[in-house]
């Protein structure tokens, strides 16, 4: 992916500008069941949401196209890695202190552990009608919803390396030639690097982190912690790192380039749900409904996010998903197969 054109510039400009527009246009283009909800939201005046998902770019400019289109409403974003949010988020519970109203993780085991301890609220909203076949009815029961359609692959910086020498397949990364040149996140902090480890586990065995360990990887927190590494030429290829992230950082002029690997890419197809005690349960509902409608996904598009809905277009630049392998874990596998792999990643790599 090369920088942006004068062209695709003014398109991302423009579509800031329609955003900020949310606000004078909202009154006109809210359907009746967001109206109602936005009424009950009012009272409560804000909403305290755990994102995990999205980087933090992503995540405040969510969190203002939110409040432009209902004003009156606040949304508090906490962003952290998704670990990192559910550890919060069971700190609260051991405190018996509600805080968060929606909370939003790259681990979709969260939601099922969440769910069987009773500790989120059902609910199903109308937008969920309008989202992408394949990631509707996350749960037939209601209680969490898809609201992130991540892809996770590979990357590198095209001043250390070529794109003819850069590794093809998350295998090459094991070459002895990439020692003390690949960085990658950490489990224990980010889920999207857990079901990573969980899916490539599931391929290769254990074996593979055996054989990435002796290669030395810089390992940070975040997924999103190797595209800075690579930004700043410390190291020359990055594992399992957002496509969005990176795609934002090439539009900026750094030199990176995205890497399919002739596996797949990981697909995190991840969840949002109400807390059971949610503090402020109509604006929780309402950010719900803000997050599967069009204007979510308009919002995350154009820092080069997929959208979650077929009536809104990719991000410019990007790979049909049509065109793209896509690997995931199962919910039953992420929920059992993440805290598997954080202990082994400790005991192999150490940190």
């Given at each position: 992916?090369?920088?942006?054109?004068?062209?695709?510039?003014?398109?991302l400009t423009t579509g800031f500008a329609i955003i900020g527009s949310t606000k004078h246009a909202a009154a006109q283009d809210m359907p009746a069941h967001e109206r109602q909800l936005y009424e009950?939201?009012?009272?409560?005046?804000?909403?305290?949401?755990?994102?995990?998902?999205?980087?933090?770019?992503t995540s405040e400019a969510v969190g203002r196209a939110f409040n432009e289109r209902f004003p009156g409403v606040r949304c508090n974003v906490v962003r952290s890695t998704s670990q990192v949010a559910?550890?919060?988020?069971?700190?609260?519970?051991?405190?018996?202190?509600?805080?968060?109203?929606?909370?939003?993780?790259?681990?979709?085991?969260?939601?099922?552990?969440?769910?069987?301890?009773?500790?989120?609220?059902?609910?199903?909203?109308?937008?969920?009608?309008?989202?992408?076949?394949?990631?509707?009815?996350?749960?037939?029961?209601?209680?969490?919803?898809?609201?992130?359609?991540?892809?996770?692959?590979?990357?590198?910086?095209?001043?250390?390396?070529?794109?003819?020498?850069?590794?093809?397949?998350?295998?090459?990364?094991?070459?002895?030639?990439?020692?003390?040149?690949?960085?990658?996140?950490?489990?224990?902090?980010?889920?999207?690097?857990?079901?990573?480890?969980?899916?490539?586990?599931?391929?290769?065995?254990?074996?593979?982190?055996?054989?990435?360990?002796?290669?030395?990887?810089?390992?940070?927190?975040?997924?999103?912690?190797?595209?800075?590494?690579?930004?700043?030429?410390?190291?020359?290829?990055?594992?399992?790192?957002?496509?969005?992230?990176?795609?934002?950082?090439?539009?900026?002029?750094?030199?990176?380039?995205?890497?399919?690997?002739?596996?797949?890419?990981?697909?995190?197809?991840?969840?949002?749900?109400?807390?059971?005690?949610?503090?402020?349960?109509?604006?929780?509902?309402?950010?719900?409904?803000?997050?599967?409608?069009?204007?979510?996904?308009?919002?995350?598009?154009?820092?080069?996010?997929?959208?979650?809905?077929?009536?809104?277009?990719?991000?410019?630049?990007?790979?049909?998903?049509?065109?793209?392998?896509?690997?995931?874990?199962?919910?039953?596998?992420?929920?059992?197969?993440?805290?598997?792999?954080?202990?082994?990643?400790?005991?192999?790599?150490?940190?």
């Amino acid at each position: 992916m090369s920088r942006l054109s004068k062209r695709q510039l003014l398109s991302l400009t423009t579509g800031f500008a329609i955003i900020g527009s949310t606000k004078h246009a909202a009154a006109q283009d809210m359907p009746a069941h967001e109206r109602q909800l936005y009424e009950a939201a009012k009272r409560e005046g804000e909403i305290t949401w755990y994102s995990g998902q999205y980087n933090a770019e992503t995540s405040e400019a969510v969190g203002r196209a939110f409040n432009e289109r209902f004003p009156g409403v606040r949304c508090n974003v906490v962003r952290s890695t998704s670990q990192v949010a559910f550890q919060r988020l069971s700190q609260d519970a051991r405190a018996n202190v509600a805080q968060c109203d929606v909370f939003s993780s790259t681990n979709s085991g969260h939601f099922t552990m969440l769910k069987r301890q009773n500790r989120l609220m059902q609910y199903k909203p109308e937008h969920a009608s309008g989202l992408l076949p394949a990631i509707q009815n996350a749960d037939p029961d209601g209680y969490f919803h898809t609201t992130f359609l991540g892809l996770f692959l590979m990357t590198h910086n095209t001043r250390l390396v070529s794109e003819a020498d850069a590794p093809k397949s998350w295998q090459d990364a094991l070459d002895a030639k990439w020692k003390d040149k690949l960085a990658v996140g950490h489990p224990g902090f980010s889920g999207a690097i857990g079901v990573w480890a969980v899916q490539m586990r599931k391929m290769y065995g254990w074996d593979y982190f055996t054989k990435l360990e002796r290669n030395n990887p810089q390992i940070g927190r975040s997924s999103q912690d190797p595209v800075t590494t690579l930004n700043a030429g410390e190291r020359s290829v990055g594992l399992c790192v957002p496509v969005g992230t990176t795609a934002l950082a090439i539009s900026r002029g750094n030199p990176l380039r995205l890497i399919y690997p002739t596996e797949g890419v990981l697909a995190a197809i991840s969840p949002s749900a109400i807390i059971a005690n949610a503090p402020h349960p109509n604006a929780a509902k309402l950010f719900m409904e803000f997050q599967l409608s069009p204007q979510l996904s308009q919002t995350v598009r154009l820092t080069f996010n997929e959208p979650l809905r077929p009536d809104v277009p990719p991000p410019e630049g990007g790979r049909p998903l049509a065109e793209v392998t896509l690997l995931a874990p199962s919910l039953e596998e992420q929920e059992k197969g993440v805290p598997e792999v954080r202990e082994a990643w400790r005991d192999t790599f150490g940190v």
